[in-house]
């Protein structure tokens, strides 16, 4: 069994990326891994030192976070902090047995810890696109699309598409060239697991042709308990961040053009705008898993109506392990996990009219049924959480084979 030293932002769940880091570490250290923990910053799950997995938090703040903003702004461009501290956990570690797996340096761990992670044996996992582009997601803010230019080429350095102003956007760009020419990623990496083929499609040009790239999708709990009679339901259903490029208001819109009910698990800078669109909407706030599963039981279909690319949308897999019917935006890559027509539909990409027909043509009973069934059995070919730790072992076996024949012998320990 290897070392797995997991690398990311964050210790406790504050997203899906973290979500992977934490309950991965967990399951790698439940099947006989041993596995440490670097974050850059706290809380720590608890459940980490419960399961006897080190964890060491670099600093106090995210970027986000931190009051004093001058400091935010250097760490988050280069933080030797996090660099050092990651280097100190290696040399503590046999090298020849030891395989970094980096899911996220974005929020405040920094481009720094690059030359550290590739000078060991490694895997990075693509949460999100910040290998590539400046704001991480491939969207237009500004204009409220997808972007096509190229990462940092004169149309992207011309462009303001930053969520917060025209200064953030030149902090990104600063730290993108950091990235790329200072750090070495993504050019030094050389395992690379993605999330769905079409995310590969969307970053083949930026990544190194000489990576070895591995389909790892994300995994999801075991479902107890029967297929969720969504023909019986009438709720319709989003759970996720309220943020604008998620589409929330696309949806209370077609829900109100519907005259259907829906309720938004999930909290956000764009609640009251979704409240604005659609008055009779139920603004339920983030609910812990038992209380979400409740929900998703009592719910007729589940909505992802994202306006950017996304990278794989959990929740989707999660109402599929269900039963429930999943209606996707047609141009983000959670569409690769419904099959059209079969366990939900496809809905053109910020219409609240093409949504309010799809959404209609689920008060078919006999149609929602027929959905649900299908929804229920592909959703049973996702892995669960001890899949994944043997997926991820698996990788790993091969990626220390590589690096003691082909690397060990050119560097020197980090």
């Known amino acids: 069994m290897p070392h797995v030293v997991i690398v990311n932002d964050h210790a406790a769940i504050n997203g899906g990326q973290a979500r992977i880091a934490i309950d991965s570490a967990l399951w790698l250290r439940r099947a006989g ?11 720590v799950d ?13 600093g106090r703040h995210d970027i986000a976070s931190d009051p004093v903003r001058l400091r935010a702004a250097a760490l988050g461009l280069w933080n030797p902090g996090a660099a050092r501290a990651l280097s100190r956990m290696l040399r503590a570690l046999p090298r020849d047995d030891t395989v970094v797996h980096l899911h996220g340096w974005s929020k405040y761990l920094s481009p720094s810890i690059g030359p550290v992670v590739t000078r060991a044996a490694h895997v990075c996992t693509l949460h999100e696109y910040f290998l590539a582009c400046p704001n991480g997601g491939f969207y237009d803010h500004r204009a409220g699309e997808i972007c096509s230019r190229t990462a940092l080429g004169r149309d992207c350095l011309g462009t303001n598409c930053d969520a917060r102003n025209a200064g953030h956007k030149a902090w990104r760009v600063a730290r993108q060239a950091l990235l790329w020419h200072g750090a070495g990623l993504p050019a030094r990496l050389r395992d690379i697991l993605y999330l769905s083929p079409r995310q590969i499609g969307i970053l083949h040009r930026y990544l190194p042709a000489q990576a070895h790239l591995h389909h790892v999708p994300n995994p999801v709990e075991a479902v107890p308990g029967d297929r969720v009679r969504a023909e019986h339901n009438d709720t319709i259903l989003f759970v996720g961040r309220l943020s604008a490029e998620k589409g929330a ?13 829906i309720a938004f698990a999930g909290t956000g800078e764009r609640g009251a705008a979704v409240r604005a669109a659609n008055p009779e909407a139920r603004m339920l706030g983030w609910l812990d898993p038992a209380r979400l599963d409740r929900l998703m039981r009592r719910a007729r279909c589940v909505v992802f109506p994202s306006l950017w690319y996304e990278t794989y949308g959990l929740v989707v897999v999660e109402a599929l392990r269900r039963g429930l019917p999943v209606l996707v935006s047609r141009d983000c890559v959670a569409a690769d996990l419904v099959q059209h027509g079969s366990s939900g539909f496809h809905v053109e990409t910020g219409n609240p009219e093409a949504w309010a027909r799809q959404m209609l043509r689920l008060a078919d009973p006999g149609l929602t049924r027929r959905l649900s069934l299908q929804a229920h059995r592909a959703g049973q070919a996702f892995p669960d959480y001890p899949a994944h730790a043997r997926q991820l072992l698996q990788i790993y076996g091969g990626v220390l084979q590589r690096w003691q024949r082909d690397m060990a012998p050119l560097g020197q320990p980090a």
């Open 46 to 58: 608890p459940r980490l030192a419960e399961a006897g997995i080190p964890c060491e938090v670099v």
């Open 249 to 261: 208001e696309v949806v209370a819109r077609a829900a109100a053009i519907a005259g259907l009910p």
């Open 33 to 43: 891994a041993e596995v440490s923990f670097l974050a850059g910053v706290g809380p």
